[in-house]
Each structure stands twice: as C-alpha cells, then as structure tokens.
C-alpha cells in the first residue's frame, strides 16, 4: 500500500500528482497540435509515457521529461523495449529547468501553479509557432486558439494572445 501511495502522491509538489492522460485527450492534444513528423514533442511530466510514446508514433522524436524516480524507471523500461526507442529521449529532471528552445510542440497535464511557473519560461525561450497542447487546465493569462472541451484540451500557437484585462 506504500508504494502506491508514493507512486500516486510522490511527485505532487512537482506540479501535479499521477494521474494518466485518457487515451481519448492524448489522442485530441496530437490531433489538434498537428504532431507528425519533423515536430519534436516536449512532453513535461511525462508520467509513465501516454503522450510520449503515442507522438513518437506519429514519427516525431518526443522528449520527455519527469522528476518522480518511479515513473521515470517504468519510462526507461518501456523505451527500452519499443520499437519507437531511437524516437525517444528520456530527462529525468526538473522541467523547469530545461532548455525548450529546440521544442516544436510541448504537452503538458499540470495543475495552475506549474503552469504559472512554466509562463514565464514559455514567454522567454519559446519560437514563433511553437504550439502548447494542455489536458485539463488551460495556461494562465492566454486565449486558446482552439480547444476540445469535450476532452478538456487547450491549443495555444506561440506567441500566445494575452487575455485582455477588463
């Protein structure tokens, strides 16, 4: 019971506690970002590889990123045996620390706050027409230019609208 307490609880306040993308709004993040080949998919708390592995498909070289020790075992595991391995890099680290520049897409399932953090990160290192895909929480202080609210996935293309203040 331990242990999956801290696989579940363990990376909470790194941004977001485990919980897996649903295959339906990792479908509809690649969908609407158009991922496919020639994009590198920054996947930022990477968890155990839905968005990551799924990319990689599509033929675009996906880099994930995760600070929780299980999760990055069980993604090194399953680079390890996939035949899509030579199309995935693995960071076990802090996202908030790394370089994004070379990132054409970045996903991201992370609560409020990280996604606050990562604004001003997104705001200096980030290339025109760079596109965020978000599950469930929208990056704060942007419109997105599309969404599937059905999924609850948010589209933005770098450099983001502002949201205007009233």
Not at 129 to 153: C, F, Q
Request: hydrophobic share 45%; glycine share 8%; aromatic share 10%.
């Amino acid at each position: 019971m331990a242990i999956v307490a801290y696989f579940v609880f363990a990376s909470f306040a790194c941004g977001a506690g485990y919980q897996p993308t649903p295959r339906r709004s990792v479908e509809s993040m690649l969908r609407l970002a158009a991922v496919g080949p020639g994009d590198t998919v920054y996947d930022l708390g990477a968890g155990t590889g839905a968005v990551l592995f799924r990319a990689a498909a599509r033929g675009a070289t996906a880099v994930g990123v995760e600070v929780e020790p299980t999760r990055v075992l069980i993604l090194r595991l399953r680079r390890r045996f996939s035949p899509l391995r030579d199309r995935v890099t693995l960071s076990w680290g802090n996202m908030f620390a790394m370089d994004l520049r070379p990132a054409t897409v970045i996903a991201v399932f992370l609560w409020p706050d990280a996604m606050r953090r990562l604004r001003p990160i997104f705001e200096s290192q980030l290339t025109p027409g760079t596109r965020i895909v978000s599950h469930y929480h929208p990056l704060p202080g942007y419109i997105p230019t599309m969404e599937d609210r059905a999924a609850k996935v948010y589209l933005y293309r770098w450099p983001a609208t502002p949201v205007t203040p009233a």
